[in-house]
């Protein structure tokens, strides 16, 4: 079943047809990408055309746009639809400009008067195919509170290489910043959505013919890695001929679709509109009855192309607020599509329209579908996805990039972000407030005072147990582990513990304090792996932990989860549970760099899950931490604390609006760094911490210290697993003899 050239003939269950055609896998090697993980859900393949004039035609002579009008991008803009589009006039070589158009409805539009708001400017370069950056669902991603775009610069009489740019707009896109350098050459045709892991650009590679789809990733949507393996889409259908062109792709409960063009076989000089999906936005099947959307003979303005689009929700609520993650867009509504088209060949145009077309919800008889939240008598849960807290959350988050995202192009662009991130980091997780409160010693750092405690012999090592108060009534119970032998000062290990027992954990004792013949849990002895490679090392147990928790107030409130309230409450003064256990390694650091047997310069500093976040707070704000080991925990905040169950302590005030968990562990280069992560880690997802890794790289390029990042990923769950560890400290802090 398909969109027949005159009308739209019903479609049953359409996932049913995507059988047969499937995307290419790696490198266009022809293997069948396997078969999509979706729900069984109708696919937008009935189209409807509802008007038979335009909604956007040339204009007029001596205008901007008065020889051809292409590329649609369509938005919401203050309750109505805006459209951004390409037009040129008659100058020699089609000089292309972006103007606007506005409409109630998005069927009938009106240009903005006063010409092309965006232009590359030098007279001879257009700018074509722009693409704002989107949410999964098609809407338009406001970051900071602007649009951002990307377009596609090409000299028509020249070289004709095809150059991406971007800029924003604080003002509904009526006015642009300068365009700065290019992001990538033989880019054409971008389509740009905003992910919990960071952006991704389906785009037509312009490099060699014939022209194919190839997907980009970027850490902060202006760095981008083509991804491997090569096209994600080629010229595989019957329908297909030469090139592919002008992807469109969304998000919609769990699968991606792609609207793509071609030119059709059937007919020469046409071109349609062919429809994949993909669970993953890497492989896709294209729908059998491809194409879905065809030029219509009898309509004088498309009777031979019909490409170059947008495809939205066609729903007024929707529009408005945005179903980002848990869009039912499809089955409110059905969505919309905007076109570019054009007749018969002429002398001088080769687009000079633009159309539209509606697909229905399943089921609806009408043309648009508005979708309000109903008012349910039951209060048992949310009639609508839209009354949920996460989901406003989770827009809101979307629509805020982080004001100290990593983003430096050189030494000088680092040293300044690396300043003001630290300086606002400290600040925020509340360690200004707590230095307050300290005495200080002549050298200006924090007076300890410390107590002995308990001394073991254990095979190969001595373990010491200390009382260390950091401030006023703030007391830290630690073990230091001595090599046995030890004659002269050695590189030390902080050792920081996740969430469990404290640091019995590391050191081989049961809760009771009882030695342990056997590894337990998932942190695996740590500390003892440590001074065991002939390190001094420090485990502590951090605040909520071990000796630290609450017990009676715990047991009295039913409280199973120790570190619940004194996170409640350290919020409450403008401090962070984060804030006080990073001050409290911050004073583990001063106490090794006191101990004879340390050589106070080569310290380094290894923590797994909510001990991993304390390393790399620590070393991200003291570069008295010469090396780090980030196990289970380096990631993107949306991946893991924000889709995830975590403990309350993982959680600062503000953190998401200054920067987000791989910014911060940029701040560590260029000093080594070691990232550990389990492939089925469960909490801090390994996706997301690959595309951490990937914005580490760019970071440590930048600082011509590539070799000092290192990444080990595991199979394994959420564990400690220092395969790589203990070289890698004995490499960058020196072997212990």
Sequence with gaps: MHLNANRSVPVNCAVCLLMGTVGLGPAGCGKPAAEPVVERLPLPVEWHRPAETACISLGNEGDFDSDHVFAPCVCRHE??????????????????????????????????PGGAVLAFGDGRTSLVTPALLRHGAGWACRENGKLRMYVVAVDFTGEEVHRLYETTSADGGLTWAPLGGPLMENVYAPSLLRTRGGYRMWYVDASAEPWSIRLAESDDGTHWTPADPGPVLLVDQAWEKERLFYPFVIHDRGRYLMWYGSYWSQRDDTTAIGLALSDDGIHWHKYADNPIIRPDPRRPFESNYCTSHTVLPNCIECKSTGLVWRNRCMVCCGYRIWYATRNEQTRRHKYFAIGTAVSPPPGANKETTVAQPEFSMSAERASDPRLEPLHYLSRFGQETRPSHAFAAGSRDEWQRWHAELRRKLAVAIGLPAMERTVARQADGRPRLRVTKGPVHKGKGYTRCGFMIETGPGLYVPAFLLIPEGLDKPRPA?????????????????????????????????????????????????????????????????????????????????????????????????????????????????????????????????????????????????????????????NYVAGLGTLADNDDIACLIAPRPLLIESGTEDPIFPVAATRAAVRKLRRCYKLLNASKALEAEIFEGKHEFRGARTWTFFAEHLGQPE
């Design 79 to 112: 309750g109505k639809f805006r459209m951004f589009y390409c037009g040129s006039g008659p100058q020699e070589g089609r000089l292309f400009k972006i103007g606007i158009a506005d409409s109630e409805d998005g069927l009938n539009w009106t240009k903005r």
């Design 493 to 649: 290990i902080l050792c920081s513990h996740g969430h469990g027992i404290g640091m019995n954990a590391l050191v081989g004792l049961t809760e009771e304090g009882k030695e342990r013949q056997y590894k337990q849990g998932y942190q695996h002895d740590f500390a003892l792996q440590a001074v065991k490679a002939g390190f001094v090392a420090l485990a502590f147990d951090q605040c909520g932990f071990g000796r630290r928790r609450d017990i009676d107030f715990s047991k009295a409130q039913k409280m199973p989860n120790h570190c619940e309230q004194p996170s409640k409450n350290a919020l409450h003064w403008g401090l962070s549970m984060t804030g006080i256990r990073v001050w409290d390694a911050l004073r583990m650091i001063d106490f090794l760099q006191s101990r004879p047997e340390v050589l106070a310069d080569k310290i380094g500093m290894v923590g797994i899950s909510g001990g991993g976040l304390v390393t790399q707070f620590t070393a991200a704000l003291d570069d008295r931490i010469r090396a780090a080991c980030v196990s289970g925990y380096c990631n993107r905040y949306a991946d893991c604390i924000l889709s995830i169950h975590h403990c309350i302590d």
